[in-house]
């Protein structure tokens, strides 16, 4: 067992957390719901739903604009979530915290400014084999529209980033790193303060994927020195359609605007623009105004369970998990790092992994297979796909018995 699964609080009681998630009380072919699919997106505590509810029926207006109470109301509560995500960070002003429609929406924000501004033809950028598909692509485009070069880096067998690997892709042409603190295929957390500090030894900034990360952990954007920190709200217990990119004040204020509209601007001539200081430089037009406030709503919940107690319940989740799983001689898992996040991808032998997750849901047990938008990843552990359970907050340790039934009775069927 691991540090944190020793150290778990005995005051974790799963069940009352349980009784705050709704759908956790419904059945699925009339069994009860066992939900593993949380490093796809999670589900959301009565806290959010609520607050999310309340912001609709009793203040809701546009932001910003307006002189009148519920506008004022409304954007009180815009920027009071502006300021729960900075807390959750540990972002130095809550002007660092931009609002984005979700993790993707800001690499994509990052990748077009930087390309605008601060990054050019044979620039270089360096990737893991282990992003996100919204980790790369943004940058491909990049390649694609001004001859950008990515440099690769591998991952280890168990989903981490050598830092001697790391730093072996640096040139005086890169410009910037742009890695996951988090694969959502290994589970594994990488090491991003040493990363930070081997980016910056060679002059590049660096971004980091903290769209798992932040699920399973405290994030501290100073502590680990990141110029960049991406998180996206649906999978913190939060609402879909909004996320957030953290940046450091000066990389912020160098950056050029993503997208022109309302809000971002200071001044409109019919020959002249001049934009708003971040964070609103980069939120043109109505932001995503009742998901920001559910955002903020879900990192407070998470920040008053307590961040620490639920990666110690997790932990134990993880390791009964990789223990169990282990024990079944048709499953192969991949990535067993000590520290891991609940976060298990497997293959069971002889079935292909659509089929393992159609067995196991007719038992009620939700899990994902594919690639996981996660294909040079696939690539580099030799398979096309494989299943994940992901577990959260509020699953049990019945939960991951029920998952290895459900694995057992698949392997009985098809092996
Ligand atoms: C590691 C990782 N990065 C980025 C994303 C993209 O986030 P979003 O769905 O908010 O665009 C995901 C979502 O699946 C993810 O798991």
Partial sequence: MNAAAMNASPAYDVDAIREQFPILRRRVYGKPLVYLDNAASAQKPRAVIDRMTDAMTRSYANVHRGLHCLSNEATAAFEEARRSVARFVNAPSPDEIVFT????????????????????????????????????????????????????????????????????????????????HMSNVMGAPTDARELARIAHAHGAKILFDGCQAGVHGKIDVQAIDADFYVLTAHKLYGPSGVGALYGKSDALAAMPPFRGGGEMIDIVEKDRVTYNDPPHRFEAGTPPIVEAIGFGAAVEWMMNVGVEAIAAHEAILAEKALVELGALDFVTIYGRAANKAPIICFNVAGAHPHDVSSIVDRAGVAIRAGHHCAQPLMKRLGVTATCRASFGAYNSEDDVAALVEGLQKTHDLLG
């Avoid at 790369?136 to 690769?152: A, D, K, N, S, T």
């Fill in 101 to 180: 429609s979700g993790g993707t929406d800001a690499f994509n924000l990052v990748a077009y400014s930087l390309g605008a501004a601060g990054i050019g033809p044979g620039d270089e950028i360096v990737l893991s084999v282990m992003e996100h598909h919204s980790n790369i692509v943004p940058w491909h485009i990049l390649r694609e529209r001004m001859g950008v070069v990515l440099r690769w880096i591998d991952a280890t067998d168990d989903g981490l980033i050598d830092p001697d690997a790391f730093e072996a892709a640096f040139s005086p042409r890169t410009k910037l790193a742009a890695v996951t």
